[in-house]
Nanobody, 124 residues
Framework: QVQLVESGGGLVQAGGSLRLSCAAS????????KAWFRQAPGKDREFVAA????????SYADSVKGRFTIARDNAKNTVSLQMNSLKPEDTAVYYC?????????????????WGQGTQVTVSA
């Protein structure tokens, strides 16, 4: 069973930055694609970014492209999401997810393991 633990959320003003991290409990972490999703109050969970098992391929939602960067360190079993130029509409609970496939997907159904989520709040 893979356990994912997110950290790095918090409160930031619009235009600011935050860096989220996700640590996995197993060495098999490096074998599979990882992603970040988010869910705002009253809304469905939505795709934010994904990275392939090797880190060579990434995918971003249009709403965050150019502002967010996903990266992974397989030696440390971690994946991160650098969020810059944050906007109030980025406010949500952010979830780290691990797939059982190597390449990136944007659909949440392709991700089997999920973290507990970390709150990101962006004030205007």
């Amino acid at each position: 069973q893979v356990q994912l633990v997110e950290s790095g959320g918090g409160l930031v003003q619009a235009g600011g930055s935050l860096r989220l991290s996700c640590a996995a409990s197993t060495r098999t972490f490096s074998n599979y694609a990882k992603a970040w999703f988010r869910q705002a109050p009253g809304k469905d969970r939505e795709f934010v970014a994904a990275i392939s098992w090797s880190g060579d391929t990434t995918s971003y939602a249009d709403s965050v492209k150019g502002r967010f960067t996903i990266a992974r360190d397989n030696a440390k079993n971690t994946v991160s999401l650098q969020m810059n130029s944050l906007k109030p509409e980025d406010t949500a609970v952010y979830y780290c997810a691990s797939s059982i496939y190597r390449e990136v997907y944007t659909a949440s159904a392709m991700y089997v393991y999920w973290g507990q989520g970390t709150q990101v709040t962006v004030s205007a």
